[in-house]
């Protein structure tokens, strides 16, 4: 297991408001190897840091991310009001968190989510930002996104993130990434069988940290969770 990297889940979320710099801030403090994130498009070309395509759940306004320029994102806060610690907080920009990785040495997934789908001039800022980084991959649900990248820069990780009706499950080895990203409801047969059989890295979110697969797993060696100290604490335990 000394192989296997941490990674907090739209950063240390379980604790604080999702893809923030607190939450991002606290992954770090709370011993995660790596953040993961997502990545929207704005009108204007802008890359930022949100999970939603649109800002209803986040902040309760109905406007999509890709109808508003970055000046006009920058002026909506996100969060709970219920909550004061997760309320008011703004959306990153993608260059402020990778800046962020960077000095940290923090390693980095990026799921490149709708309004990034396949559109190249995005793609190519996201290869030039991460440049300086020396842990990095790239992972979408939309697989020609990902092969995308791939015709872009052959030496970018990439992985695909799974669903049970999403891929052929018995050809998992055709397609051309270098990894998989599965829940952990997916770690059972038959999807288990053919994720080993696949020859990729495999990577499982939603973990929480109690379960007993982080001890015995050795051939999964990413881990994407909202709780980063929890699950550090079960692998080291396990050592």
């Not at 939450?23 to 993961?36: H, N, V």
């Not at 499950?169 to 696949?198: C, G, I, M």
Request: with cysteine.
């Amino acid at each position: 297991m000394s192989d296997s990297k941490v990674f907090a889940h739209r950063g240390a979320s379980g604790t604080y408001f999702e893809n923030t710099m607190r939450a991002f801030l606290g992954a770090l403090q709370k011993g995660a190897d790596g953040i993961e994130l997502d990545v929207q498009q704005t009108s204007d070309g802008q890359l930022v840091v949100i999970h939603d395509h649109d800002l209803a759940r986040l902040a309760g306004i109905e406007q999509r991310i890709d109808q508003l320029t970055s000046q006009e994102l920058q002026q909506i806060k996100i969060g709970k009001s219920k909550y004061r610690r997760m309320f008011g907080h703004s959306i990153p920009v993608l260059f402020d968190v990778v800046s962020f990785c960077s000095e940290h040495n923090l390693a980095l997934n990026i799921e490149l989510k709708e309004t990034v789908y396949g559109q190249t001039a995005a793609l190519e800022q996201i290869l030039h930002y991460v440049e300086s980084l020396s842990d990095v991959h790239l992972s979408s649900f939309d697989y020609e996104t990902v092969r995308m990248i791939k015709e872009l820069d052959r030496d970018m990780e990439t992985a695909l993130l799974l669903r049970k009706k999403s891929v052929d499950w018995q050809n998992l080895d055709s397609y051309e990434v270098d990894a998989f990203h599965f829940h952990k409801r997916l770690w059972k047969d038959p999807f288990k069988t053919h994720l080993l059989e696949s020859g990729k890295i495999l990577r499982m979110y939603g973990v929480t940290g109690a379960e007993s697969i982080l001890s015995n797993t050795p051939e999964v060696t990413g881990w994407i969770t909202d709780y980063p100290k929890r699950v550090r604490k079960k692998i080291k335990g396990s050592r």
